[in-house]
């Protein structure tokens, strides 16, 4: 804060002002020129808080974070206030990089749910707050328009919890090309963690091995279609796709009768929470959960707040984790394991807790990991470098990008879950074990695959 300076401020005498009355016997300056030399004096007292401010903000490191609190999306940020807070908790004496020591400025953004919003955060992040790093979480429509806003600006981004290919080729990644991508880095389950996951689960259970699938025309649903679908009838399964859907349809019935007229015994979805609430309601109310075995849903059914709006009809969903308490693996930054982080937030939100936790405490592990590992946490280059090799313990597992799939990118496990009626006397209505874990077998399996009905 700029000093005030008065008449009998010290600093006055200092600069050589008298601050005496001017009379007969005592010959000092007029007030004019006492006005004209406190001001000189407080412009170069004005100086060093300017420095302060440079060298405050040079010795600061401004992360930038956006997630889906509102809106259909906000089951995803859900927990995040809680995963940021320990973070917070955690970097409240700073972090040392190359030797020096930073504050740390973590500032969190609510995307609502809608990209052009998402990138709007993200461009106010970038040049207004002046971040040195980005964190993208959850969604295509969160990740994507984030990751291009820090592509266009060059500023180092990382981010996670969408499959990976829709971010590499849903962003213009063309296959057996090299990334164009130079600034922003991605962590994530792909088609392939799920085809595993998949494939062995279903094993589980004896069905006719015809899936019903209902894929979105979004990012998601057209990675998923394109990819997985045929990895799955390579594997031995009838794929039946009605065609893609638009986001927010009402009338399911043609999809419906046609998963019935072909008997699909397993039904597979990638769709948002609201979305699928609608579908499957009409699917109970026209008979087709009755013809199910498995109902293997993606994007929707992973958090508890989503899968009890369904009421009766949430029992027995599958569903594949990309955290789950049971993770054998703590956070590099706050050190807590799985265990411990589903019981901090249970007891601080007094709510169940969900994957999205350990995925959020990942994200926060990888990014700080590459501020480390770059040297210089103020050059965004050697940032962006340090991502591009990082190799990092996190809440989910080994993060590798050396072993990506595809510059740029790094994977992660996705496990075979399901949602059970809880056991009498707990104080939720579900609770969500692990039934496969053919993706990471580290993971313990807790579990048997139950039909759905």
């Known amino acids: 804060m700029e000093k005030i300076l008065t008449p009998s401020s010290p600093e006055i005498e200092e600069q050589g002002v008298s601050t005496t009355p001017h009379t007969e ?26 420095v302060w401010a440079q060298a405050a903000a040079k010795n600061t490191l401004k992360v930038g974070f956006i997630s889906p609190r509102t809106g259909a999306l906000a089951s995803f940020g859900e927990t995040d206030p809680h995963v940021l807070s320990l973070a917070r908790k955690a970097l409240a004496s700073g972090l040392t990089v190359g030797g020096k020591q ?7 953004r609510d995307s609502q749910s809608d990209p052009s919003r998402a990138a709007q955060l993200a461009k106010s992040l970038i040049n207004e707050d002046k971040v040195d790093m980005m964190l993208a979480i959850s969604t295509p429509e969160v990740v994507n328009p984030v990751s291009d806003a820090c592509e266009a600006a060059g500023v180092p ?15 213009g990644a063309k296959p057996g ?26 094993a589980l259970i004896q069905t006719n091995r015809k899936v019903g699938v209902l894929y979105p025309n979004d990012a998601d649903g057209n990675a998923i279609r394109a990819n997985l679908a045929p990895l799955l009838a390579k594997a031995g399964f009838t794929i039946v ?7 927010g349809t009402t009338d399911y019935s043609a999809q419906i009768a046609k998963f019935k007229a072909e008997k699909c015994e397993i039904f597979n979805t990638f769709p948002i929470p609201p979305d699928f609430a609608t579908f499957w309601r009409q699917a109970a109310q026209q008979g087709y959960t009755k013809m199910v075995k498995i109902a293997q849903i993606a994007k929707t059914g992973l958090f508890p707040s989503t899968v009890e709006a369904l009421g009766g009809l949430g029992f027995n969903l599958a569903s594949g984790a990309y955290w789950h308490k049971d993770y054998p693996y703590k956070s590099s930054l706050t050190g807590l394991s799985g265990g411990q982080l589903a019981n901090s937030y249970e007891v601080a939100a007094g709510k169940q807790w969900t994957q999205q936790l350990g995925a959020t405490m990942a994200l926060l ?9 770059s040297g210089d946490a103020k ?9 591009s090799t990082l190799k990092a313990s996190t809440m989910v ?4 990008f050396a072993k990506g799939p595809v510059g740029n990118v790094a994977t992660a496990p996705i496990i075979g879950t399901q949602w059970v009626k809880a056991k009498p006397g707990s104080k939720h209505k579900f609770d969500y074990v692990v039934t496969d874990n053919a993706d990471d077998k580290n993971v313990p399996v807790s579990a048997k695959l139950i039909p759905y009905s």
Not at 177 to 189: E, I, R, T
Not at 365 to 373: E, M, N, S, T, V
């Open 241 to 247: 796709d009605p065609g893609p859907y638009e986001t």
């Open 365 to 373: 592990d990888a990014g700080f990991a590459a501020l480390k590992a």
């Open 102 to 108: 930073y504050a740390v400025q973590i500032i969190d």
């Open 25 to 50: 016997n005592n010959p000092g300056r007029s007030r004019r020129d006492f006005i004209s030399a406190a001001g000189a004096v407080g412009l170069t007292l004005a100086v060093p808080g300017s």
């Open 177 to 202: 090309a090299p990334s164009p991508f130079k600034w922003s880095f991605h962590f994530s389950f792909g088609v392939g963690n799920f085809a595993r996951t998949y494939i062995s689960q279903w």
């Open 397 to 400: 597992g080994t993060i590798d």
């Open 379 to 387: 050059n965004k280059a050697a940032v962006a470098k340090a991502m």
């Open 157 to 171: 981004c990382m981010s996670s919890v969408m499959p990976w290919e829709a971010w590499y080729f849903g962003r």
